[in-house]
Nanobody
Framework: QVQLVESGGGLVQPGDSLRLSCAAS????????MGWYRQAPGAQRELVAT???????NYVDSEKGRFTISFDNAKNTVYLHMNSLKLEDTGIYYC?????????????WGQGTQVTVSS
């Protein structure tokens, strides 16, 4: 079993920066990729960014240049650095991981961390 624990959300003002973290823990697993998804109030969950353990990244077009995803292999932790935050960035941010256990691929989700951008 693998657990994803997120942290770093909070209440910020427009233009501020924030860093989200998501640490994967468990036994005998291999991480293939991790990513961040956002669910705004009343909306569906949407992709923000993903990163493979090899370092390949993918961003939704609207966040390119403002958000940066990174991965620390030693800590099994993915980060989302968010700059120049806008009101529309408000939502619950969920961590996702594509993980291999015993040759089988699983997708795990974190519990979500709230980000509120408000003036």
């Amino acid at each position: 079993q693998v657990q994803l624990v997120e942290s770093g959300g909070g209440l910020v003002q427009p233009g501020d920066s924030l860093r989200l973290s998501c640490a994967a823990s468990g036994t005998s697993f291999s991480i293939y990729s991790m990513g961040w998804y956002r669910q705004a109030p009343g909306a569906q969950r949407e992709l923000v960014a993903t990163i493979s353990t090899g370092g390949s990244t993918n961003y939704v077009d609207s966040e390119k240049g403002r958000f940066t995803i990174s991965f620390d292999n030693a800590k099994n932790t993915v980060y989302l650095h968010m700059n120049s935050l806008k009101l529309e960035d408000t939502g619950i941010y969920y961590c996702n991981a594509k993980i291999g256990i015993g040759g089988v691929i699983f997708h795990y989700w974190g519990q979500g961390t709230q980000v509120t951008v408000s003036s």
